[in-house]
Structure formats: C-alpha cells, structure tokens
C-alpha cells in the first residue's frame, strides 16, 4: 500500500473506501486505488447512501453552490463516481469525506469536484480524493477552487498545480475562483515560491489566462493564509 495512505488508515483503522456509482461503470474502476481495497456500490442499488452523500454535500455546499439531485444523478453518477471514505464503527452515519471524479473528453484528464470531509483537520479529505484519482486511473484532475478555501492545501499536496484562468462569469462564485489543473504525475514543489494575499488571486488567475505558468504550491494556503505561488 501506499506509505502515506497507510499511515493515514492506521491512524483511522475504521475507516473504509467506498465508490458509489453506475453498475455498467465498476469494471472500468481501479477497485484497489494504490494499494488499498475499495467496495464498489452501486447508486441505484443504494438508495439510502446516495441520500446520506446529498445532505453531506449540501451542508457543506449551499446557496449558489447547492448540489440539485439530477446534477448528482446525471454527472457525477452516471458518468463518474464518488468515492468515500466511511466509517464502520458509525454505520447509520457512514460518510467521513467524498470526492467525485468525472472523465473528461481529454484521456486521462479527469474533472474534480465536491471534495467534502465532515471532520476536519485529519487528512480524510486529502485522502479520499488522492484514492478517488486512483479510481479512475487519472492523469490530470481539472477543477475549480476558491483562493481563500483550505481544500488548497489538500489539491496542492497531489502533484503540480497548475493555475489555467479565472471561472467563467456564471459560475456561482466566479468573483472568488479559478480554474486549476493538477499534473499528477509530477511531484507537488516545484522551486522557489513567493507568498501573494489572497486578494492578488484575480490578477494571478488573469497573468496565468495570458499565457504565464503560474504554480500554487504546498501548502497551497501557508499559516498566514497567503497564497504560495511559483512561476515555472
Ligand atoms: C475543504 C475541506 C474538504 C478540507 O478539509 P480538511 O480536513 O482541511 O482537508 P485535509 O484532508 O487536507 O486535512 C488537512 C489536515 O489533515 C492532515 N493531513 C493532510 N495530509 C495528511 C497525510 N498525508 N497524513 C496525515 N494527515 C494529513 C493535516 O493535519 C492537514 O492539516 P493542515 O491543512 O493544517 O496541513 C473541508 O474544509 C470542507 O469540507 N469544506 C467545505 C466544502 C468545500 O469547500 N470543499 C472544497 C471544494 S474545492
């Protein structure tokens, strides 16, 4: 298994991987991400912890950024998968953390979102999300983050974060968020970085539309809550 991930299960020996998605998909899946065993259940057949990951997603979710079901049902289920971790010891109340990978038309490029722990501070959602990329064999993971949210600091841990643009204007928190993708396969430093105020995220994610390789690197978030950036 992997050393780091089989530190975090030691440290967290209740704790299972679940993938909740389409039946016809499962063959496609890794069902043994990096190492660790992974259930796959399938959504139509698990009504109740279908249920139990939309309320974990809008609690953590809400206004603009609110899940519908038929988002959940039609693009994150059927053509991707959540993956979970979950905890035996709790099973009326299993999801710990989730993340949804959906493929993209580029191969290998796979689009994140919905990263969610429900505690936070243990490295469950770093963890979820670094087996979730295993599931679906990903090269690439494309997203789009908030500058001031912490889940920078678990994106920026997986590989080389690249900055590619501000969010289109509809997204519902555009204002704040960029759009970001992150090489897997090349390790998350990268050189020197410099430390920029969270306010310099607009004009960092518009030098990196015109053409400037721009890197958020680990921490991602530093102490201070300042964004670490490197220029490639
Ligand atoms: C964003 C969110 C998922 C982050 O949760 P989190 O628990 O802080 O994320 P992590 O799993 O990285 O946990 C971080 C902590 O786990 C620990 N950790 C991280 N990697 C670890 C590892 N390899 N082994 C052990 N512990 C580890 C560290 O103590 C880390 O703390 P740090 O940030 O001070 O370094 C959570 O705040 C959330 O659900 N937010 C609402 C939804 C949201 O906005 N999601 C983001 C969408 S882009």
Not at 57 to 75: C, H, R, S
Not at 89 to 99: E, K, L, M, R
Not at 178 to 187: Q, S
Not at 208 to 219: H, K, N, S, T
Request: proline share 8%.
């Amino acid at each position: 298994m992997d050393p780091a991930l089989a530190t975090f299960f030691t440290a967290h020996p209740s704790l299972r991987v679940v993938v909740l998605g389409h039946a016809a998909n499962a063959a496609a899946l890794e069902l043994r991400p990096l190492g660790v065993p992974a259930r796959f259940v399938s959504a139509a057949e698990a009504p109740e912890l279908v249920t139990q990951y939309l309320s974990a997603n809008q609690a953590k979710f809400g206004g603009p950024l609110a899940l519908p079901g038929w988002v959940l049902v039609d693009l994150y289920l059927l053509p991707g998968c959540v993956t979970l971790l979950v905890d035996a010891a709790t099973p009326d109340d299993p999801i710990v953390s989730a993340w949804c990978g959906v493929p993209t038309v580029t191969p290998g490029t796979v689009m994140g979102v919905s990263l969610l722990s429900r505690r936070e501070g243990e490295g469950a959602a770093w963890a979820v999300k670094r087996l979730g990329l295993a599931v679906l064999r990903a090269r690439v993971q494309r997203g789009l983050t908030q500058w001031d949210n912490r889940a920078l600091r678990a994106h920026a841990r997986l590989g080389a974060l690249r900055i590619v643009g501000p969010a289109p204007a509809v997204h519902g928190a555009a204002e704040r968020s960029f759009v970001y993708e992150i090489d897997l396969e090349v390790p998350p430093t990268l050189g020197a970085a410099q430390t920029f105020p969270l306010a310099a995220g607009r004009r960092l994610a518009a030098r990196a539309q015109a053409g400037e390789r721009l890197y958020v690197v680990a921490p991602g978030l530093d102490g201070a809550g300042q964004l670490v950036v490197a220029r490639a």
